[in-house]
Structure formats: structure tokens, C-alpha cells
């Protein structure tokens, strides 16, 4: 999985009975408690390799983490509808300080026998969100990020995560920034000792894309970045940027997105195992990671849990294929 | 006894509010009204926006459960504009009768089909057929249907409208450029042609506008113009005579873009409709003490009309249900001739009614609520919205929404001009329809309802009155990408 999992209607209604102080944060923890269980079972008899936690804590990718960020001032009656975005704001320096994502990571492994991976918002799409009225720059905001966010990292590797992904769908709305947000991303993964891929798609919100274009905007720059998998939608766009990893000689991994989040049309297995051969005629198989293009988020839980039966089926297709 | 005047607002009629109050407390006193049905009475003077409509001049709606019993809630309209000196107190007694427990239900009308909700009702069916026989209509009254809007023509042909229209898709597609973000092929999409002027003036001035620039975008153009019905569509050709080589006709249903254009998923730079979701199959509800009633509606003909379209038709009254139903398989020349199978379509439609009834909504989450509600979204709306009101669904309307949606490229928009309310507040002030124009029905859309439920699927939608024409009741839907 990318991270999130499908979010339940009775979930969304039930985090805005919350925001209209309805039902306590003792009951709503239960409750997320109970739905991030359902979803890392629905991975298993999917048939992942590879589960999170689906996610059912955060409101969206931003809010969750601009909570946590110490020294970053919300405005709690800023939202109306749970994944509306806070209204935040810096004022001053970013203080060194926990986020608390260990509890989630050891709630994830309890849960599980399966391969976990957590995923975390990158700092360039959180200074995109949060307000700047303290730096000189969104460089500098997204560094001290970066900082706060790579001792997270290293608290998360002590409690025992060996695969974590840093979502950024910000770059490809803005690829000028590209080259300050490698230089972000790497103060970030500094002396992290585990797996890290970073996940660039043309956004999900509210299901759809925010921007459109190719990820040629990423080469060369994004070859500098000390990190071991690129995760990269390819299902609802087509397969042409694949070509890319011909052109460029990375030693990155690929998580392949071959499934497409923003339809409830369900991929058949073979249209899966299509799109897995695309990616196999750049990279060697041992390099590639089959995914669904970002989040299930905006998906049924029906429609997201077949889509994932879909792909797990096209991988075994392939799989076979390759005599594995 | 609650009698609502706000509707009245600025209209000549109000002098008639006194007759009826006078009227009611007449038949009060002299027991033909309970006093326990006195009390709950609530009497709306209501002035049509559309002087053709399906109202009698005073109906009852009397409020039942869902197993078909009666409840203590009954609602009386009376239309205003049809009050004439001396008919009140005749049309109330008859309509206050009509709703008494055992009372006979069919001597003063021949009812076209069961209590249902408006979405299906029959009145859609000849709306439909008016779509695609508007030529025969057209005929018959000598006039394009465009003559019989307000002003005679429609606000979408605009010049200084498509001018600034223009002006705003252009800056888009600069913008686009200069981020390197524009794609080769530049997609938009007209929903609803109607003569295809709109669409031939826009594109005309596009090309001006891009030729003074030379941007050359507008070779990148690929203008789809969809619509249900093959005749529009022809009709059309003409007007875009000029960008042909741009130009692709479709024949798409507005409730649902997306099934014939689901290729085009996320590449649609603009959408634009026209008096399309006016158009579009509706039901309401009114919301009264704290509940919900749904609107169910029969058309029906008074048994003047039958009598009158039995004698001049020469067709028997029993055999009127069946000449109906003929008539709406899609042919006009039942009659013997075209011509008067055009003429009975057109009388029997002039004399069509809609009676309503209230039924109590008891199971609000198994309500089948069009597409894009839910129980949970209609009570975060109602907590804002009046506590005694009458509003529409809009369910074509925000099928058709919801599901053009999905084509809109990330930076793309929708424009929709329509005869929209824009805040639920205003169901306060007006009934708003629904009303015939010629052969077709149209209906106020509940633009509020669409921007909440915008707001849930990514857009935040602001409407902006057509100033473009003095004295015009259109205002403007426009979505931008909700962060």
C-alpha cells in the first residue's frame, strides 16, 4: 500500500461528530483503535506483503503532522468538514521536538506478522500548508522540518521500522523547488538506517489530481537524493514515464503504482500484470515494488479492497511468469 | 392557523392575502373547516414564477405516513396569480374536501399515474418528447423555442457575457503555458447546445482574441458539444459552421457526462451549460415541526380539460389514458395527421396538473436520496437552513454535477448559468417553480444543495449574478479547485 487505506462513511461522520464535540477523544480513539485493525486485516487477506496501518487517524496527509510539529500554532475552528485543512501557522523557530508517531508504528506491528511500512508527509508539502511568518524562506521552514522530522525517523528505526516512505505530492506542482527539496529531503533521511522511498504523485484530494504533466521534471535532480525507492503513479496516467528510468541510470528502487485510486472501476488481474510487464522492461524485477497509485483514501472499503485483491492477483500472474 | 405572506414580497397579489385569510375564517365558522385541522393548517400564498404551470389555483397537501395513513399536517397553497374575484372560497371548499379521510378522489380529475416522487413522474416524459420533436412544436407555433424564454432569447449568447468568458479561458491557458503545464490537446465541453450560437460565437472570439495574441492555442482547441437529443444536435451544426474542423457532436446524457466521456477523465479544461439543470428531473421536500415530508406528486387532467380534449379529438374519455401513452411512445401523427397529433400534445400539456402529497420521512438513512447525499450531509445542511421550509432536491441537477466533476482537468472549471437559488434562506421569500416553458418544464436548482455537496468532492462553487441583461433571474455557477 501507499498508506492510507479506504475511509469508512461511519468513520468520516463520526470524526466530525468529534470536531462538534459530540463524542469524546477517549471514544474516538477506540474507534480508530478498531478501524486501523479492520484495516490491516483486510491487507492480509488481500494478500499484501507489505501492510500500514491504513491510516484512520489522520484527517488528511497535512493535519496530522502540523499537530504534532511543535511550534506550529492551528486554529482548530478553522475546519468544518474533518478533511478540510487546518488553518496554521509558524511564528517562530521550530523546536526540536517528538511527533509521537512511535505509538502508531508499535500499534501497526502488534497488529501484524507481515513486512510494515509507515508513512510520514514530507517537509516540502508541510511548508506548503503551514503559514510562514518566521523564515526567510520556505526552504528554511522546510529544513527545520526536515530536522525535527529526522529525529522521528531515528525514534521510529529504534522501535524497530524498516521500510518508510515520505510523501510529497507537492513536487510535482511546483518542480521549481525541486532542487532545495532534494537538498530537504536528505537533511531528512541522514543516518536513518532503513528503507526509505519517497512517493511523488499528482495529488489525491478529495480523489482527484492537482496538477497534470510527466515526471521528467524529477531528472536528473531527483538522482541526488539519499533515498532507495521512488514511488510513482503510473495506473491512472499511462506507462510513458517509465522510459524515463532507461534514459536515466538510477540505482533507485520502483514502487510501481499499478493501480488506479482516483475510479471504482476494479483493475482486472491481468491489466495489473500488464503495467507490472511495462515497468519489468526498464527495471529488473528485484528493483521493482508493486503498489496502487497513492492512497485508498476516497475509495469505498468494497471497491478498495477488490482493486487490492486485483493486484496482489496480476503480481502472482507475473510472478509465475517469471518462475517465482 | 399559519398563513406565510413572504412570498408575496413586491407583487401585486398581495391585496388577495386578505380575501383568503377572510375566506378561511369564513369556512371555519361555518364548520367546514375542524378547528383541531384549523389549528394546524399552514396556508402559503405563493406566486408562481411561471404564470404555465401544474397548480390549480388553491391545492392541499395533506401530510401521511409511510404506510399511507394520514397525519395531522396539511399545507394550502394558493397561487395568487390565478386568483380571480369569488372563486376562492369554491377552489378552498374543494380542495379541503378532497383531503377529508373517505372523501371521493377521482370525480373532478383523471388522474396520468400513481403518487410517485416528481423524478418520475410522467411530466419528464413530455418533457422528453418536446426535446425530440421540437421541430413539430416549433411548426406548430411558428416561433424557435428561444422566443419563448425571457428577454426571447438566451442569456448565453451574450457578446460582452462570452467576451469576458472568453478573456478568463485565455488567461487560463497563459498561465498554463508559463508553468509548462498545458496540455497538446485542449479539451472543452458544452452540455446542453441549443442552436449552437453560444458556442459559435465563443469560439469565433476566441480565435480573434488568440490571433491578436498569437498564442496560437486556438488550433490546440477540442470542442465537444454533447446533448441528448440527435435534432438539437443537428440543429446546431450550422453555428459552428466556421470551427468545424475543431468540433466533435456527441450524443451524451446531462445527467451523466461521464459515461460516454469517461476517456476524457481529468482533461477537461471547461464545461459549460446553459438552462440545462432547470431541465433536469427534480423532487422536493419540505421540512415542517422538526421532520421531514417527501413531495410526492400525480399528474392528473381536471375533467373540464377531459371533456374538452374528448370533444374536440373525438376520443373517449376512457381511452384518453391510453391516447397519452401513445402520444409519449414518441409519436405525433396518432391523430390521423401530424398537425393534430401536435395540437392535442400541446392542449392536453397545457392542461396537465400536479397534486401532491406529504409523506413522512420515518428512516431517513435508508431515504434513497439522489447521488451525492446522504442522511449524515442533509442534516449537516438543514442545521443552517430554515426550520420550516419547502426546497428542492435537485437530483438531476446534482447527478449531472457529480458527474461531469471527474472530466474537469486538475486546473479546469465548470460554468453553469442557470435560474439558481443560491442560499437556502431564499426558500423563504419564493416558490420557485416548477413551471412549463412551451412543451418543456423547467425548475429552480437548489444551488445551495450543490455547494455543499461541491464542497465534499473538492470544489468551491460561488455564483454570480448575469449582469450582463437587465432584469434577468440568471446567475452564474462557477467551481474552483477546493484545497
Redesign the interface.
Known amino acids: 500500500m501507499v498508506g492510507s487505506y479506504a475511509m469508512p462513511?461511519w468513520l468520516e461522520?463520526l470524526k466530525?461528530e468529534y470536531f462538534a464535540r459530540r463524542i469524546s477523544r477517549h471514544d474516538l480513539d477506540e474507534i480508530y483503535d478498531a478501524a486501523a485493525k479492520a484495516a490491516i486485516k483486510d491487507q492480509e487477506i488481500a494478500g499484501l506483503d507489505i501492510v500500514t496501518d491504513g491510516e484512520p487517524r489522520r484527517d488528511n496527509m497535512v493535519d496530522y503532522f502540523v499537530e504534532r510539529l511543535p511550534g506550529v500554532q492551528i486554529d482548530r475552528s478553522s475546519k468544518?468538514?474533518y478533511y478540510d485543512?487546518y488553518d496554521s501557522v509558524v511564528q517562530g523557530k521550530l523546536p526540536m521536538a517528538s511527533l509521537g508517531l512511535v505509538p502508531d508504528f508499535n500499534f501497526l506491528q502488534t497488529f501484524t506478522e507481515r513486512q510494515t511500512k509507515i508513512c510520514i508527509t514530507g517537509p516540502h508539502c508541510l511548508s506548503k500548508r503551514i503559514r510562514n511568518q518566521y523564515y526567510p524562506s520556505e526552504e528554511a521552514l522546510a529544513t527545520d522540518i526536515a530536522k525535527v522530522m529526522n529525529l522521528e525517523l531515528k525514534a521510529l528505526v529504534k522501535a524497530g521500522a524498516k521500510y518508510i516512505q515520505i510523501d510529497e505530492p507537492y513536487y510535482s506542482g511546483f518542480?521549481e523547488d525541486l532542487p532545495w527539496c532534494v537538498k530537504v529531503l536528505n537533511t531528512m533521511v541522514e543516518g536513518v538506517d532503513a528503507k526509505i522511498a519517497v512517493h511523488i504523485c499528482?495529488?489525491n484530494?478529495?480523489?482527484?489530481?492537482?496538477?497534470?504533466?510527466s515526471y521528467r521534471y524529477l531528472f536528473p535532480t531527483i538522482m541526488e537524493a539519499k533515498v532507495h525507492q521512488l514511488t510513482l503513479e503510473f495506473a491512472?496516467r499511462g506507462g510513458e514515464d517509465l522510459d524515463l528510468f532507461k534514459e536515466f541510470n538510477t540505482n533507485f528502487e520502483l514502487g510501481v503504482g499499478v493501480i488506479d485510486v482516483?475510479?471504482d472501476d476494479i483493475e482486472t488481474p491481468e491489466m495489473v500484470a500488464d503495467r507490472i510487464q511495462k515497468a519489468l522492461k526498464v527495471l529488473p524485477p528485484e528493483r521493482i515494488f508493486i503498489l496502487p497509485d497513492c492512497g485508498l483514501f476516497h475509495l469505498s472499503r468494497d471497491v478498495a479492497f477488490a482493486k487490492l485483491k486485483a493486484m496482489v492477483e496480476g503480481t502472482r500472474i507475473v510472478r509465475k511468469e517469471l518462475g517465482k | 392557523m399559519i398563513v406565510k405572506l413572504n412570498h408575496l414580497q413586491g407583487k401585486a397579489a398581495a391585496t388577495s392575502a386578505q380575501d383568503v385569510i377572510g375566506t378561511v375564517y369564513t369556512l371555519l365558522e361555518e364548520g367546514h373547516i375542524e378547528k383541531a385541522q384549523f389549528a394546524r393548517l399552514q396556508i402559503e400564498l405563493d406566486w408562481i414564477q411561471y404564470k404555465q404551470n401544474f397548480r390549480e389555483v388553491v391545492i392541499a397537501t395533506q401530510g401521511y405516513n409511510e404506510r399511507g395513513q394520514q397525519v395531522p399536517i396539511m399545507d394550502v397553497h394558493v397561487d395568487t396569480r390565478q386568483v380571480v374575484p369569488g372563486c376562492l372560497r369554491a377552489a378552498l371548499l374543494r380542495a379541503l374536501a378532497r383531503s377529508t379521510p373517505g372523501a371521493p378522489q377521482e370525480q373532478d380529475r383523471l388522474p396520468l399515474e400513481q403518487f410517485q416522487s416528481m423524478r418520475t413522474s410522467i411530466v419528464w416524459e413530455f418533457n422528453k418528447l418536446y426535446w425530440s420533436r421540437l421541430h413539430d412544436w416549433e411548426l406548430a407555433t411558428g416561433k424557435g423555442y428561444e422566443q419563448a424564454l425571457p428577454g426571447g432569447q438566451s442569456d448565453g449568447h451574450n457578446p460582452e457575457a462570452i467576451a469576458d468568458s472568453v478573456a478568463d479561458f485565455w488567461t487560463l491557458l497563459r498561465d498554463l503555458e508559463s508553468k509548462n503545464q498545458l496540455p497538446p490537446e485542449i479539451y472543452l465541453l458544452e452540455i446542453g447546445v441549443g442552436t449552437g450560437t453560444r458556442c459559435g460565437m465563443w469560439l469565433t472570439k476566441f480565435r480573434t482574441v488568440d490571433q491578436e495574441r498569437g498564442t496560437d492555442y486556438y488550433p490546440r482547441l477540442r470542442v465537444l458539444l454533447g446533448d441528448y437529443s440527435l435534432a438539437t444536435l443537428d440543429m446546431s451544426k450550422p453555428a459552428v459552421e466556421d470551427h468545424a474542423d475543431l468540433c466533435s457532436f456527441l450524443v451524451l446524457d446531462a445527467l451523466n457526462p461521464l459515461k460516454t466521456l469517461s476517456f476524457l477523465r481529468h482533461k477537461i479544461m471547461q464545461v459549460h451549460t446553459t438552462n440545462v439543470y432547470d431541465n433536469l428531473p427534480d423532487e422536493e421536500v419540505v421540512r415542517r415541526d422538526g421532520k421531514l415530508y417527501f413531495v410526492q406528486v400525480r399528474a392528473y387532467l381536471p375533467m373540464a380539460d377531459v371533456a374538452a380534449l374528448s370533444n374536440e379529438f373525438e376520443i373517449p374519455p376512457d381511452k384518453l389514458r391510453s391516447t397519452v401513452s401513445r402520444l409519449l411512445s414518441g409519436s405525433t401523427d396518432f391523430l390521423g395527421d401530424a398537425e393534430r397529433g401536435v395540437a392535442f400534445w400541446m392542449q392536453l400539456w397545457n392542461a396537465i396538473r400536479l397534486e401532491e402529497r406529504l409523506v413522512l420521512v420515518e428512516d431517513l438513512p435508508d431515504f434513497p436520496f439522489p447521488q451525492g447525499l446522504d442522511a449524515g450531509k442533509v442534516e449537516d445542511i438543514l442545521k443552517e437552513a430554515p426550520s420550516d421550509f419547502r426546497f428542492h432536491l435537485s437530483s438531476g441537477a446534482l447527478a449531472s454535477f457529480l458527474n461531469t466533476l471527474p472530466l474537469l482537468h486538475p486546473r479546469g472549471y465548470l460554468q453553469v448559468q442557470d435560474i439558481f437559488v443560491t442560499d437556502l434562506d431564499q426558500y423563504r421569500l419564493g416558490f420557485y417553480g416548477p413551471g412549463k416553458l412551451d412543451g418543456s418544464l423547467l425548475n429552480w436548482v437548489n444551488g445551495a444543495l450543490l455547494k455543499e455537496v461541491a464542497e465534499r468532492a473538492g470544489y468551491n462553487v460561488r455564483f454570480a449574478p448575469f449582469t450582463y441583461r437587465k432584469g434577468s433571474r440568471t446567475s452564474v455557477l462557477y467551481t474552483t479547485r477546493r484545497e
Open positions: 462513511g461522520r466530525t468544518k468538514f485543512f518542480p499528482y495529488g484530494r478529495y480523489g482527484k489530481p492537482s496538477w497534470e504533466g491512472r482516483k475510479t
